[in-house]
Every structure is written in C-alpha cells, then in structure tokens.
C-alpha cells in the first residue's frame, strides 16, 4: 500500500513538473509568448504577484509529503534532518508566493530596478537577462526548463533508491542505483534542492543549503556506522568501491576510494 501510494505521489510530482518543463521548453523555442501564461505577461513581469498565501500552503505541502513517502523518518535525528529540509522549502515558498523579502532586499541595499511581477523572482533569469544574453522572457524559459529538469533528476534518484531499499526487504543493497552511490536518496534531495534554488534563488535559502547539505552528509555517515555494525566486511567492502554521493568519473571494475 505505501508503495501504491509513493508511486502515486510521485507520478503527479512529475505532472506537475512536466508541465513546468513544457511550458518553458514552448516559450524558449518561441511557441508560446510569456503573456499566454497563467497570469498574463503583465502580471510575470511588473504585476504584485505575492500575498498568495494559499498557493504558499500548496506548494509546502506538496514538496513535503513527496519527500516523506520517499525518506519517512525512523529515528530522532532523522526528524531534525528533515527538519532542516522543511524550514528551506518554508523560506522558499514564502518569498515565491508570499513575500518577496529578497527582491526587497536586493532593491534597497544593491539598487536593483526589480518589479514585483512573478518572472522577476526568477533572478538567476534577470540576471542573464540584464547580462544582455537573451530576453526575460527567453532566460526565464531557460531557468523553468533547467530547474525543471534538475528537479527531475532529484526525484529520478530518490524514488529509484526507495524502489531498491524496498525491494530488498531489509537485507543489503548494492546493485541497481547503488552501484553508483551509496545513499542515491540522499543525492536526489540534494539536487531537488538545488534545482529549486537554480528556479527561485533568496538569501535565506543559499543561506540554509549548506547546512542542509552538511546535516544529510552527518546523517549518512552515521547510517554507515550502523551499517557496518550489521553487515560488516560486506559493508566495508562496498564502500571501498562505491563513492558515498558524487558518482566516480572512473571506468567500471576500478576499485574507487571516493568518500564524497
């Protein structure tokens, strides 16, 4: 049942992002025009478009229950892990749908001409935009389109690690997925989280990722403590061989000593 309901969960996850992908991938090759979008171009680009507070719960609420069907906490310090995790998307849906803190921010200590329209929040895109490198709204297609598929790949990596934890019914698992890396869900929300920074960058979230990144890096460390305590050489064995996070640039049948 709990497996039903992952994979449900992550089909409308993708939905919802194919969407995003689409949309984006339309406007960068000139299909569709940013003022067709929800809101209409005004509105993307000058228009208030926070205080939704509503589409704020949403999206908090989505972001959360897909990574809890994917990394359910079964300890204490797993919680406060995912804590950190809950407080970043908190402080990233509240400036994108709620109060643009860092746009205010970035207005009153830089000078930066920013409108409170939606596509301005996307500052990775204004920032290419001001660069002269292409229009907002084709470096506001290109930010959608390349978050959207670094989110991708983040959910590709949890759900096919949780596929192979739960298929292996509690004994050891090294093939699959975690020939490449050890803690492949752990990787997947690390690049989830940097897909939403590369679509919606703020000073509290760039602030938060390191931390983020550091707590999953200390919470993997500890599992294999625990790992080697049940399994062993085994386990000690696989480690030798398989990187930790990063997956190795090495041929395969090369023994890889990577810890990152």
């Given at each position: 049942?709990?497996?039903?309901?992952?994979?449900?969960?992550?089909?409308?996850?993708?939905?919802?992002?194919?969407?995003?992908?689409?949309?984006?991938?339309?406007?960068?090759?000139?299909?569709?025009?940013?003022?067709?979008?929800?809101?209409?171009?005004?509105?993307?680009?000058?228009?208030?478009?926070?205080?939704?507070?509503?589409?704020?719960?949403?999206?908090?609420?989505?972001?959360?229950?897909?990574?809890?069907?994917?990394?359910?906490?079964?300890?204490?310090?797993?919680?406060?892990?995912?804590?950190?995790?809950?407080?970043?998307?908190?402080?990233?849906?509240?400036?994108?749908?709620?109060?643009?803190?860092?746009?205010?921010?970035?207005?009153?200590?830089?000078?930066?001409?920013?409108?409170?329209?939606?596509?301005?929040?996307?500052?990775?895109?204004?920032?290419?935009?001001?660069?002269?490198?292409?229009?907002?709204?084709?470096?506001?297609?290109?930010?959608?389109?390349?978050?959207?598929?670094?989110?991708?790949?983040?959910?590709?990596?949890?759900?096919?690690?949780?596929?192979?934890?739960?298929?292996?019914?509690?004994?050891?698992?090294?093939?699959?997925?975690?020939?490449?890396?050890?803690?492949?869900?752990?990787?997947?929300?690390?690049?989830?989280?940097?897909?939403?920074?590369?679509?919606?960058?703020?000073?509290?979230?760039?602030?938060?990722?390191?931390?983020?990144?550091?707590?999953y890096y200390r919470l993997a460390k500890r599992e294999e403590r625990?790992?080697?305590?049940?399994?062993?050489?085994?386990?000690?064995?696989?480690?030798?061989?398989?990187?930790?996070?990063?997956?190795?640039?090495?041929?395969?049948?090369?023994?890889?000593?990577?810890?990152?």
């Open positions: 049942m709990k497996k039903f309901l992952s994979n449900l969960i992550a089909a409308g996850f993708i939905l919802l992002m194919a969407l995003a992908l689409l949309s984006g991938i339309s406007v960068l090759l000139g299909y569709e025009k940013l003022g067709n979008i929800e809101g209409g171009g005004h509105h993307l680009f000058t228009g208030y478009a926070y205080g939704n507070w509503g589409a704020t719960l949403l999206s908090i609420g989505i972001f959360s229950v897909f990574v809890l069907s994917f990394l359910t906490p079964l300890k204490k310090q797993n919680w406060r892990t995912l804590g950190i995790y809950e407080a970043f998307i908190i402080a990233l849906f509240s400036e994108m749908y709620g109060f643009p803190l860092t746009i205010y921010v970035l207005s009153a200590l830089f000078g930066l001409n920013l409108s409170l329209g939606h596509a301005q929040g996307h500052l990775l895109g204004v920032l290419i935009s001001n660069a002269g490198l292409m229009s907002m709204e084709a470096s506001w297609a290109l930010v959608m389109v390349t978050s959207s598929a670094v989110i991708f790949l983040g959910l590709f990596l949890m759900s096919k690690g949780w596929s192979s934890i739960h298929s292996g019914n509690g004994e050891l698992v090294t093939d699959g997925i975690y020939r490449y890396v050890r803690h492949p869900q752990y990787l997947g929300l690390i690049v989830l989280t940097i897909g939403l920074l590369i679509q919606w960058p703020t000073i509290i979230t760039l602030a938060m990722w390191p931390i983020l990144v550091l707590m625990e790992a080697i305590e049940a399994f062993g050489g085994i386990y000690e064995e696989y480690m030798l061989r398989t990187p930790m996070l990063l997956p190795s640039l090495r041929k395969k049948g090369m023994e890889n000593q990577v810890i990152l």
